[in-house]
T-cell receptor
Framework: QQKVQQSPESLSVPEGGMASFNCTSS?????YFWWYRQHSGEGPKALMSIFSDGDKKEGRFTAHLNKASLHVSLHIRDSQPSDSALYFC????????????FGLGTTLQVQP | DPKIIQKPKYLVAVTGSEKILICEQYLGHNAMYWYRQSAKKPLEFMFS???????DNQTASSRFQPQSSKKNHLDLQITALKPDDSATYFC??????????FGKGTRLTVV
């Protein structure tokens, strides 16, 4: 069973719309979460991190973490065609580990 | 201007052969990693190094051997290549346990 599960598998929104991504972990030891974005032919690039319960906003991006339910979400407002990419949730456990566990990703298509 | 350089970008290898994937980072980071991305699978952690010492090893097969000749280098040697090894291999780095930066990857195809 995958330890970090993402939904939906794919998403299509109109330009200017809101894109929302969900991530659930199955291990309470995961305490640190990142959202990564990967454009075709590139490596993943971190969008934002979230380590505490609640919301974190950076420009058009807002992440939300609920540790009790092991749920993380990412919302992109005013979506642009350049936001079209693969979005990953990544989690790391507490302790002296550097290992990031990634979900399978959500493909976002922003329609002009 | 890429700060994590991976070479080559594409690689085709014959089953049973050996290849080395090169990675250099110019971000001044003390930790380096290898991840693998295959179709229909999540990005998979392979190794982490900190100050040129192995920290985590999640690769069961000894056919995969990281090599760190300098603190900003972490190459990946793969021996006895199999078709299942076909994937994109990403080198990454970070300062301590902060944000992990990824290179553009080496796409390996084993025929």
């Amino acid at each position: 069973q995958q330890k970090v599960q993402q939904s939906p598998e794919s998403l299509s929104v109109p330009e200017g719309g809101m894109a929302s991504f969900n991530c659930t972990s199955s291990d309470r030891n995961f305490q640190y979460f990142w959202w990564y974005r990967q454009h075709s032919g590139e490596g993943p690039k971190a969008l934002m991190s979230i380590f505490s319960d609640g919301d974190k906003k950076e420009g058009r991006f807002t992440a939300h973490l609920n540790k009790a339910s092991l749920h993380v979400s990412l919302h992109i407002r005013d979506s642009q065609p350049s936001d079209s990419a693969l979005y990953f949730c990544a989690a790391r456990k507490t302790g002296n580990t550097r290992k990031l566990i990634f979900g399978l990703g959500t493909t976002l298509q922003v329609q002009p | 201007d890429p700060k994590i350089i991976q070479k080559p970008k594409y690689l085709v290898a014959v089953t049973g052969s050996e290849k080395i994937l090169i990675c250099e980072q110019y971000l001044g980071h003390n930790a380096m990693y290898w991840y693998r991305q295959s179709a229909k699978k999540p990005l998979e952690f392979m190794f982490s190094y900190s100050y040129q010492k192995l920290m985590d090893n999640q690769t069961a097969s000894s056919r995969f051997q990281p090599q760190s000749s300098k603190k900003n280098h972490l190459d990946l040697q793969i021996t006895a290549l199999k078709p299942d090894d076909s994937a994109t291999y990403f080198c990454a780095s970070s300062h301590e346990n902060t944000e992990v930066f990824f290179g553009k990857g080496t796409r390996l195809t084993v025929v």
